[in-house]
C-alpha cells in the first residue's frame, strides 16, 4: 500500500520521482525516502519521517542534477514510521538501494541467519532484510536482476521491489509477487510506480508488471523475465483516464475503490500470519501462561470498530467460551466498569486516534487492565499505548464510511481467537479447519464481489426509502448493525436494526407498505425462524431482501429479492462475506440520489479526536 516511484531518463531524476510521490499522496503515508545518482560513485539517500514536505526539506532547494532515482512513501507496517525505517535501504556493502511494498514474511528467519554471519541492520524492517539478500547474491558478481531472480526465491510473501545499483547506475530492476508495479514507457526515457497516477503527467503508454516477474528498465527500453531468466512478452497498455480518476484508481469514490480493495486486504491481513504447518503465528502477543490466566474479555470501541467488536464477542464465546463483552468506548470510561485484575482490553480502531478509544485505553492502564489494540494505522496513539498490538494491515483508507479496516478487523479477531485455541490446545477448537477457510477467503471475497451488478440494480429502486430495516440472527444480527450504519452514513436514509426475533417486540410497528427490509441469513441453524419473520414483514406489505450463503435455497421463493455469498464452513466467515453486499448497496443508494458526498458525508470525519 506504500508508493513506489522510480524515473531514468535525462530530466532530473530527484524532482520527478519527488513530483510522482506527490501524486500518490491520497494513498497515506507516514515516512518517505528517495536514493539517486549524480554522476558521483556512491548512492545517496535522503530519508525522513512524516509528510512528503519533510523530505522536500531534507532535499533543499538546490536539488542536485541525477539521471537515475527511486522514491518510496512508507506506510508502516514492520518498525515504526522513523526516519532509519523508511525507504530505501542499502544493502550491506552500500552497492544497491531498494525501495519496497508489500510484507516478507520470513524475514526473521532471514535476518537472524544474517545476524549470525555478521551482517548488521539499521532498521527494523523486512525491506532491509531483502535489500541485504539481494546484496548477498549480488557480490558474487552476476548481473542485478540475476541477483534479484535469485534473492525472489529466498523469500516468501507479497511484494514489489524497485531497486539500482552503483556498478550498474544506467538501469533499474523492478519485481513483482502481489503487490502492483506498472512500468511507464517514455521517449529516452522509462519510470516505474506502485499506481497510475504518478505515472501520467510522463507518459500514457504502459505496461502492468504480471506477477513472478522481473523487469529491467534502462533509457532505451524494458526488457522482462520470469523467474528463470526467461524473456517474457511486453504487452503495452494505453491509458485514457483523468488524472483525478486515475487517483482513484478509475473508481468514482474512494469508498467503492476500496470496497474492491478487500480481496487484497484479506492477503494483507494474513501475510506472515498463518505458517506452513497451518499454525496461527501472531507476534508480539502476550505469552502463553497470560493467555492461561485471561478470565474475561472486554472490547472496547466505537462505530464501526465496535461493530467489528460484537463479531469478536460471537466469535470469543462460541468458539473458546470465553466471556466477552464489548463497550462504546465513550460509554466505557464514564460507566466506572467492573473489570476483574485477569481481563483483557482490547482496543479496536482503524486510525488509532479516536480520543474516546484512547480515554478509554488510558482508564484501563490506570486500572492496571492488561491492553491489547487492533489498529490499522503504524505508530498511532492506540498503537503505541497499548500494551501489544496486532496491525490490520489493510493499508491507509480514505473514505470516511469505512469497509476494508472493518473487514481486516474481524480478520484479525478470528486470527486471535485461533490463536488462543491453539494456545489453549482446546480440543473442540478445529484450528485447522478453520485456518483451510481463512487460506481460502481471499478468491470468496474476489466471488462475493460479483454480486455487484445484481445489488446496484436493486438499490436504484430504495433511493426513495424513508426507512431501512437490518435484521438477522446469531453472527448475522451483528454483521447487520454495520451494514445498517453504512447504510444510513452515505445515504442519509434512517435505518432500524435488531435482531430479527426482536422485531415483534416494538420496531414491527413502523412497517408500512413498501417498507424495505434487508435480511442477514448466512446462519443456517436459525434460517427456519428467519424465515417467520421474512413473512411477518411482507404480511404488513414490507419488501425482504435476503443476503444468504449460496448453498441454502430454502428462502429462494419466499424472499423479494435474494443474493448469495460464497458459503464456508465458519458461519462467522459467512457473516463477515455478507458484509460486501450490504456495503455495494449502501454505496449504490447513495449514488441513485445523487452520490455527491459519499466519501465524505456530511458533519462526519474519518478520525474522530474530539469526545
Ligand atoms: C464508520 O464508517 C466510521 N468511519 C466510524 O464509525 C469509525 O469506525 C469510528 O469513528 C471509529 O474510528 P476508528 O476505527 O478510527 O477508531
Redesign the pocket.
Known amino acids: 500500500m506504500c508508493g513506489i516511484a522510480g524515473y531514468v531518463g535525462p530530466r532530473n531524476a530527484i524532482e520527478v520521482v519527488y513530483d510522482q510521490l506527490k501524486r500518490l499522496e491520497y494513498r497515506g503515508y507516514d515516512s518517505a525516502g528517495i536514493a539517486f545518482l549524480n554522476g558521483a560513485a556512491t548512492i545517496k539517500i535522503v530519508k525522513k519521517a512524516g509528510k512528503l514536505t519533510e523530505l522536500g526539506k531534507a532535499l533543499g532547494d538546490d536539488v542536485p542534477d541525477a539521471h537515475i532515482a527511486i522514491a518510496h512513501s512508507r506506510w508502516a507496517t514492520h518498525g515504526g514510521p522513523t526516519d532509519e525505517n523508511a525507504h530505501p535501504h542499502f544493502d550491506q556493502f552500500e552497492d544497491i538501494a531498494l525501495i519496497h511494498n508489500g510484507i516478507i514474511e520470513n524475514y526473521a528467519e532471514l535476518k537472524a541467519d544474517m545476524v549470525r554471519e555478521g551482517a548488521t541492520f539499521h532498521s527494523e524492517t523486512d525491506t532491509e532484510v531483502a535489500a541485504h539478500v539481494i546484496g548477498q547474491e549480488y557480490a558474487a558478481g552476476m548481473p542485478l536482476e540475476e541477483a534479484v531472480r535469485r534473492a525472489i526465491r529466498k523469500m516468501r510473501g507479497a511484494f514489489a521491489f524497485v531497486v539500482f545499483s552503483k556498478k550498474e547506475p544506467k538501469k533499474f530492476v523492478a519485481a513483482r509477487n502481489f503487490s502492483p508495479l506498472i512500468i511507464g514507457l517514455g521517449d529516452g526515457e522509462n519510470m516505474v510506480a506502485s499506481d497510475v497516477p504518478a505515472l501520467l503527467p510522463y507518459t500514457r503508454e504502459v505496461v502492468y508488471l504480471e506477477d513472478d516477474r522481473v523487469a529491467t528498465i534502462t533509457t532505451d527500453g524494458v526488457t522482462i523475465t520470469d523467474l528463470d531468466g526467461k524473456a517474457v512478452v511486453v504487452v503495452q497498455h494505453h491509458i485514457d483516464w483523468d488524472i483525478a480518476a486515475a487517483e482513484k484508481g478509475g473508481y468514482e469514490h474512494f469508498m467503492l475503490k476500496e470496497i474492491h480493495e478487500q480481496p487484497e486486504v484479506v492477503r494483507m491481513c494474513l501475510a506472515g500470519r498463518i505458517d506452513e504447518a497451518g499454525k496461527v503465528r501472531l507476534e508480539q502477543v502476550f505469552s502463553d501462561q497470560v493467555w492461561h490466566g485471561i478470565d474475561r474479555v472486554n472490547i472496547i470501541?466505537?462505530?464501526?470498530?465496535y461493530h467489528a467488536g460484537l463479531m469478536g464477542k460471537y466469535l470469543f464465546e462460541k468458539m473458546l467460551r470465553l466471556p466477552t463483552d464489548v463497550f462504546f468506548s465513550s460509554e466505557f470510561r464514564y460507566s466506572d466498569p467492573l473489570l476483574s485484575p485477569d481481563s483483557l482490553a482490547v482496543f479496536?480502531?482503524?486510525?488509532?486516534?479516536?480520543i474516546d478509544?484512547l480515554a478509554a485505553l488510558r482508564l484501563c492502564k490506570q486500572r492496571r487492565i492488561r491492553t491489547l489494540g487492533i489498529v490499522n494505522v503504524v505508530g498511532s496513539a492506540i498503537a503505541r499505548e497499548c500494551d501489544r498490538t496486532i496491525f490490520t494491515q489493510a493499508g491507509p483508507e480514505i473514505s470516511?464510511?469505512?469497509t476494508k479496516?472493518y473487514t481486516a478487523q474481524c480478520i484479525v479477531l478470528e486470527l486471535l481467537a485461533l490463536y488462543i485455541a491453539q494456545v489453549k490446545e482446546m480440543p473442540g477448537v478445529r484450528v485447522d479447519e478453520n485456518v483451510l477457510e481463512l487460506r481460502n477467503l481471499a478468491p470468496k471475497f474476489e466471488q462475493v464481489l460479483l454480486v455487484e451488478d445484481q445489488v446496484r440494480e436493486l438499490a436504484v429502486k430504495f433511493q426513495d426509502a424513508k426507512l431501512a430495516f437490518f435484521l438477522g440472527r446469531n453472527a448475522d444480527a451483528h454483521a447487520i448493525r454495520e451494514a445498517a450504519?453504512?447504510f444510513k452514513?452515505i445515504t442519509y436514509i434512517p435505518t432500524e436494526e435488531c435482531p430479527a426475533g426482536e422485531m415483534k417486540h416494538g420496531p414491527l410497528a413502523l412497517v408500512e407498505k413498501g417498507t424495505l427490509a434487508v435480511f442477514g441469513a448466512t446462519s443456517s441453524d436459525v434460517r427456519e425462524k428467519l424465515a417467520s419473520n421474512v413473512r411477518e414483514i411482507q404480511a404488513r406489505g414490507g419488501f425482504a431482501w435476503v443476503v444468504t450463503t449460496d448453498d441454502d435455497n430454502s428462502l429462494d421463493a419466499i424472499a423479494d429479492a435474494i443474493t448469495k455469498v460464497p458459503t464456508t464452513s465458519d458461519p462467522y466467515l459467512n457473516a463477515l462475506l455478507s458484509a460486501i453486499p450490504y456495503q455495494l448497496f449502501a454505496y449504490y443508494v447513495a449514488m441513485a440520489k445523487g452520490g455527491e458526498e459519499i466519501d465524505q458525508p456530511r458533519n462526519?470525519a474519518?478520525?474522530?479526536t474530539v469526545e
Open positions: 470501541a466505537c462505530g464501526t470498530a479496536i480502531s482503524q486510525s488509532g486516534e479516536t478509544s470516511v464510511a469505512s479496516a450504519l453504512k452514513e462526519l474519518k478520525s474522530v
